[in-house]
């Protein structure tokens, strides 16, 4: 039986409400006051609430009782299929066919979160169907159903079709659930843009349906590939077929035959399909514009182009639609270019038509495609499109159906030589049927679906033990670890956090100060497969090595007998905002050390601004230079100020006033400027120049110190650029994990970064602004400051209760 959310009382108001005025068997008090916060919280009666408001506010007041399940064995594990909606397109058909095949060896509750024609096929034997449209929206609805399903039904495992369905990923981790998140959807296209960031997150298994929508992801989130990512092509899904009689399932399809093959049309006419939601990203207007190629050419009279597909709305749709209807018009061949509206019968379309357009600007894998292959209709698509354009490429099909990017005219071309030589045309779709045959096979992928899945929970199983070992050891800094962002998480969350973000490669934070676990995971690595690598670090005895740095804390003492001389010391400082500058100064005040400034400005305007702002400073002003606007504030160290940096001090610290347009989130960029102040100058309680000063004067073999920060980015896009600089040195290879002073400021020993500044870069040397936002010469150079070179090691600074 299929349940809909939200739920209604039945019944209509006669009199004054009472108790009896209403069915409420389906009430759940627990479940009421968890949703409606605000009755908790005024100490409100929930039934009373319930029926003097909650009602005509159609406040949710149960959780669904899931039925049909009395269909289920118990001899059967039970396992969740979810999926967006139930509307009769590419992901909601896949689900089906994916229960479908599982309810053959498992029972299957399927979860709906939208509703759409197909959702009664989704009831069957051994199945249960909710249909939920509002959970997206209500986090709070989620978290208790979701629990309430794991409890039920203890899940063996958990499928999530498409990235629209995430918003049940964490709480079915949080439920210990194993997780397979399958992935059709474009990052390009997606919103908001955490969206799959978060599906990586929460999933145990990430699936792709083809490389192109992989590499997509990766393109916009490079990080993601820090996990194992599986490409697994969907196999051909059975449509779904309307509960009808008979007559009207043979009217249906004579009408569509009589629609795409009319009796009067030439029996030699050939027909070209295109198929699916009318919008721009299935590029109607390019499938049009082919048309239009194809039947203006010699060999194109006797063709006929037919969409079959929702949302063709000239009236209504003044977006696109109405833009599709005067393109055809425009064309002249309106009689020829014909539009159908969604049919439960688009199987007959298949046997009537000759040749498939896929005119998609960006489609994973559609089933359309896959399906119209498998009738032996040649499929022709523009390539860098979508997963079909690879598929007939590896088999040797791209001269006859894969034309360049968005190129009708190739395209068009294309047509017209299948449209002409009968020869061609039959090789062509025999190589595809065949072709398509053996690669989209559901039983396989079913097969391989089960496997991923057993992979899942063997992964989650691991992630459950180290979380364990993790809170039992009591080590991770919760201070240090923390995000400012979330601060009322529970410790436990943290930990439970912390293993996830290292099991899926999203977000990933170092646990405490001075420990590095990607280092320990290259350097050291686990004893067992796929564990964490602070659990491991536990497991072995907590053994010391690369991974640990030394961590001057606002917590330990400084001994000023050690601090240099402040004429052995000069701190560089680019200006791009000099009216940041008494923030910098207010911070060397926590101090004793009063270094040499050296400050770099964008303009004469700004020189003057820095000048007055550094007036009040205590120690010595000794350059302000006006410098282009290249090389942000490393080019003005490296190229402005290098040579006499090292002529004439032994230590040099770097700073510049961080304004971080690139992060959208301007609290996020005041907190990372603060957290970097805090730790490279001090606060009202410590004087953190002074430790790091006096630190690197008594230890030979520390070269550089920064701010300890929590968050663990790699080489990123930097990769190739950091390879180009160092061929000519004594860095022979580079490592995966490593520390650097993410933000680009630090304290160094002059001789530890001279080999920097021997590159002797140029102005020119440096990418003209505006820059990306990752991938330059700069951001290599920021990565290689915390290289180990001349044997020098790097140590970090903590500032207590200061984090980022």
Excluded at 170 to 185: A, F, Q, R
Excluded at 360 to 372: F, T
Excluded at 442 to 447: A, K, P, T
């Amino acid at each position: 039986m299929k349940v809909t959310l939200p739920w209604r009382r039945r019944g209509g108001i006669k009199s004054a409400p009472t108790i009896d005025s209403y069915q409420l068997d389906s009430f759940n008090k627990e479940v009421y006051l968890e949703l409606n916060p605000d009755v908790a919280a005024a100490g409100m009666d929930p039934i009373e609430h319930y029926l003097a408001h909650g009602i005509a506010e159609k406040r949710i007041a149960s959780l669904p009782a899931v039925e049909g399940d009395n269909t289920f064995s118990s001899n059967l594990s039970n396992i969740l299929v979810v999926t967006h909606e139930a509307s009769r397109t590419g992901a909601p058909v896949l689900s089906l066919n994916i229960s479908k095949e599982l309810a053959t060896k498992y029972n299957v509750v399927n979860l709906i979160l939208g509703k759409g024609s197909i959702e009664q096929y989704f009831i069957f034997q051994k199945s249960a169907t909710l249909i939920v449209p509002n959970l997206k929206i209500h986090p709070p609805l989620t978290r208790l159903l979701i629990g309430h399903l794991a409890r039920s039904y203890n899940f063996k495992f958990a499928i999530v079709n498409s990235v629209e369905s995430r918003f049940v990923l964490e709480d079915l981790s949080k439920n210990d659930v194993p997780t397979l998140s399958l992935i059709h959807e474009f990052a390009s296209y997606t919103r908001p843009e955490d969206a799959f960031r978060r599906t990586f997150f929460w999933s145990n298994q990430v699936v792709f349906s083809a490389g192109i929508v992989k590499d997509n992801a990766l393109s916009v989130n490079p990080d993601l590939g820090l996990r194992p990512i599986h490409i697994l092509p969907q196999g051909k899904c059975v449509l779904p077929v309307d509960e009808a009689t008979s007559s009207d399932i043979k009217l249906e399809r004579d009408r569509i035959r009589n629609l795409i093959r009319p009796s009067n049309l030439d029996p030699d006419a050939v027909i070209i399909l295109g198929a699916g939601f009318v919008q721009i990203r299935k590029g109607v207007d390019l499938f049009i514009e082919c048309a239009t190629r194809v039947l203006s050419s010699p060999g194109g009279e006797k063709c006929r182009f037919i969409w079959i597909g929702k949302g063709y709305d000239p009236e209504g749709d003044i977006a696109y639609s109405v833009y599709i209807k005067d393109q055809i018009e425009r064309s002249g061949f309106k009689d020829r270019i014909i539009f159908i509206d969604e049919t439960p019968a688009i199987e007959v379309a298949y046997e009537e038509v000759d040749l498939f357009l896929l005119s998609s600007r960006l489609d994973p894998l559609p089933n359309v495609a896959i399906e119209v292959m498998s009738h032996r209709v040649p499929v022709l698509c523009f390539d860098k499109t979508t997963g079909i354009a690879d598929f007939l490429k590896e088999n040797g099909l791209k001269d006859f159906c894969v034309a360049q990017y968005i190129d009708t005219t190739e395209m068009s071309q294309k047509i017209l030589a299948l449209v002409g030589s009968r020869e061609l045309y039959q090789d062509v779709s025999r190589r595809v049927y065949e072709e398509a045959i053996k690669f989209f096979d559901m039983s396989n992928y079913i097969l391989r679906l089960e496997l991923l899945a057993s992979n899942a929970i063997n992964k989650l199983t691991q992630e459950i033990l180290d979380t364990k070992i993790i809170i039992n050891a009591g080590l991770l800094n919760v201070s240090f670890y923390q995000s400012p962002h979330h601060p009322n998480a529970t410790p436990q969350d943290h930990v439970r956090s912390y293993v996830r973000s290292w099991a899926a490669g999203v977000g990933r934070r170092k646990p405490f100060p001075g420990f590095h676990p990607g280092i320990y995971l290259e350097q050291h690595g686990v004893a067992i497969p796929g564990s964490d690598p602070f659990a491991d670090y536990i497991r072995a005895g907590c053994p010391q090595g690369a991974w640990n740095n030394l961590v001057i804390s606002s917590e330990s003492k400084v001994d000023i007998r050690h601090l240099p001389s402040s004429k052995n010391v000069a701190l560089h400082i680019h200006a791009y905002y000099p009216e940041l500058l008494p923030e910098i100064i207010k911070a060397l005040e926590f101090n004793q050390i009063r270094p040499d400034l050296f400050i770099s400005v964008r303009d004469e305007a700004a020189a003057e601004v820095a000048g007055n702002m550094l007036q009040s400073y205590r120690g010595e002003v000794v350059d302000i230079q006006v410098v282009p606007n290249r090389g942000r504030d490393i080019g003005p160290l490296l190229t402005q100020f290098g040579k006499v940096l090292l002529e004439k001090y032994e230590f040099i610290g770097h700073l510049h006033t961080k304004k971080s347009t690139d992060v959208k989130d301007a609290q996020m960029g005041s907190v990372w400027y603060r957290f970097l102040l805090a730790n490279l100058l001090g606060t009202h309680k410590f004087s953190m120049a002074d430790a790091i000063l006096s630190k690197l004067n008594v230890e030979p073999t520390i070269g550089v110190i920064f701010p300890d920060d929590p968050n663990v980015i790699g080489w990123e896009k930097n990769e190739e650029f950091a390879i180009s600089l160092t061929k000519n040195t004594d860095i022979k290879e580079l490592p995966s994990a490593f520390l650097f002073p993410i933000g680009t400021m630090f304290w160094a020993k002059a001789d530890a970064i001279r080999w920097l500044i021997d590159l002797d870069l140029s102005w020119d040397d440096y990418p003209a602004e505006p820059l990306p936002y990752d991938g330059s010469i700069l951001h290599a150079i920021e990565r290689l400051i915390g290289l180990p070179v001349n044997n020098y090691e790097v140590a970090t600074t903590y500032v207590a209760g200061v984090t980022r």
